[in-house]
Structures are given as structure tokens and as C-alpha cells.
T-cell receptor, first 117, second 114 residues
């Protein structure tokens, strides 16, 4: 079946450190992949996405590349800020080509990031 | 801007009470979802709906029901609240159709059942 595994947190970094949050997936077919972010006290919001192999999603200095050969979609940022402190969720949509009636995402468990000044 | 609103940010209810959580979206999305979020368990899907009056069970529907009488509104009902339903509840919506879309989330309702 479809599944998403992401690294456990919490992750604690100093400001300007390099960030990697690992995400690997299991899926049949050609899923789309997402990273969502949840800032304290808020709902989730889309951070970036990739829809096919070798696509790179990017936003707010974050990047992730869809690697079909390693079934991975690791999130990276070169220099984190205190304002990046949040919970990050990796997710996949296994139904890229359907009619859209069943858009259930498969979610990772989330990784909490704390960035200290 | 897409907006998903939830009726309450914080709610405290007693065991056995009937609880209604309301979600409204203003972008004419067909699909709507209710999740609960618990530490260490991530997001778990309770119910979703892909049209008015249509609903499907998610991964953890026990103890919950839903109602979708209008396209923009999706309600989650706890028929008889229990302490193990203390959680953060998140509503989301997404349009129908081919292509890759994002789910839009509300701010969440933190429910405490005492």
C-alpha cells in the first residue's frame, strides 16, 4: 500500500544551520509529493510540491527533489531562521490522474523543528 | 485568498455531551475533510465528503459522524464526547478535478473533553 515515512523529531538547530528532514515513500504508480508546514497555533499550509520524478519544489528557501530511484523527497534549507520553527509534514497524493473524487493524502507523522537564535 | 474557517479555536466540553464542530470554506471546493491531530500520531482522517450529502469514512470514524447539507459547510459531530476525543481537529478542503491541488486547512479547533 501507500505510505510515507519521515524522520522523527524534534529537530533542534541554531540559526543559520543547514536543515534536512528526510522523507521516503511507498506508492504504486506516479504519486505527487508535498511538504506542508504548520506554524504554532495555526493549521497546515502547503510549503512546496513536486508532481513527477526529478521535479524540484521550492519555496521560502526550502527545496525538495522528487527522487523516484530512492523513493525520497527530502526537505532542505541552507540557512534556517527562528521563524522556520514549525512542524513539517511530508505527504503524497497517490491519485494523480483520477477524476478527483477521492483526494485523500497519505501523511507522514510530522517533524517538529525548533530553531534557536 | 482561499479561506477555511472553523467555528471555534478552543472548546471545552463534558463527557457525554453532543459536540458540533463546524467548518466553512469560501472557494466552492467539492472535497472536504476532517482530521484529528495528536502528538506522535500525525494527522488521521476521520471523514471526508466529495459532494453535498456524500460522505465516506476515513481511518478513524468511530465515535464521530458528519453532515454536509451545503457545499461550503462540513460539520463534525461527536455524538457523546469522551475524554479520548480530546484532540486538535483540523478541517481541510480541495477542489475536484484532474491536476495537482493543495489541501487548504482551517486554523484548527482544540477540543478538551473533561
Amino acid at each position: 500500500g501507500n505510505s510515507v515515512t519521515q524522520m522523527e523529531g524534534p529537530v533542534t538547530l541554531s540559526e543559520e544551520a543547514f536543515l534536512t528532514i528526510n522523507c521516503t515513500y511507498t506508492a504504486t504508480g506516479y504519486p505527487s509529493l508535498f511538504w506542508y508546514v504548520q506554524y504554532p497555533g495555526e493549521g497546515l499550509q502547503l510549503l512546496l510540491k513536486a508532481t513527477k520524478a526529478d521535479d524540484k519544489g521550492s519555496n521560502k528557501g526550502f527545496e525538495a527533489t522528487y527522487r523516484k530511484e530512492t523513493t525520497s523527497f527530502h526537505l532542505e534549507k541552507g540557512s534556517v531562521q527562528v521563524s522556520d520553527s514549525a512542524v513539517y509534514f511530508c505527504a503524497l497524493d497517490p491519485t494523480r490522474d483520477n477524476a478527483g473524487n477521492n483526494r485523500k493524502l497519505i501523511w507522514g507523522l510530522g517533524t517538529s523543528l525548533a530553531v534557536n537564535p | 485568498d482561499v479561506k477555511v474557517t472553523q467555528s471555534s479555536r478552543y472548546l471545552v466540553k463534558r463527557t457525554g455531551e453532543k459536540v458540533f464542530l463546524e467548518c466553512v470554506q469560501d472557494m466552492d471546493h467539492e472535497n472536504m475533510f476532517w482530521y484529528r491531530q495528536d502528538p506522535g500520531l500525525g494527522l488521521r482522517l476521520i471523514y471526508f465528503s466529495y459532494d453535498v450529502k456524500m460522505k465516506e469514512k476515513g481511518d478513524i470514524p468511530e465515535g464521530y459522524s458528519v453532515s454536509r447539507e451545503k457545499k461550503e459547510r462540513f460539520s463534525l459531530i461527536l455524538e457523546s464526547a469522551s475524554t479520548n476525543q480530546t484532540s486538535m481537529y483540523l478541517c481541510a478542503s480541495i477542489p475536484l478535478g484532474k491536476g495537482v491541488y493543495e489541501q487548504y486547512f482551517g486554523p484548527g479547533t482544540r477540543l478538551t473533553v473533561t
